[in-house]
């Protein structure tokens, strides 16, 4: 998938773990992991919003698109 979730990296920079993020967002913490390890297929905008406030930064810092490469045929 094109979209990288980095908050692993914005919660290090935060220092803050994954169970105090979830405490303050109100997601579970199995949820945190989840977006961490980039194994969802969506997360709603109100939840995005609480994360990005919390860890006082934008959806951008956790966010990134990276092109996928072309398969070349061989």
């Given at each position: 998938m094109p979209i990288?979730?980095?908050l692993d990296v914005m919660l290090a920079k935060r220092k803050m773990r994954s169970k105090e993020l979830s405490r303050r967002?109100?997601?579970?913490?199995?949820?945190?992991?989840l977006l961490k390890s980039g194994k969802v297929k969506g997360v709603r905008f109100e939840t995005l919003a609480l994360i990005c406030?919390?860890?006082?930064?934008q959806p951008g810092d956790i966010l990134?698109?990276?092109?996928?490469?072309e398969k070349k045929a061989v």
């Open positions: 990288i979730i980095t967002v109100g997601i579970s913490v199995q949820n945190i992991s406030e919390v860890l006082d930064c990134v698109y990276e092109k996928e490469q």
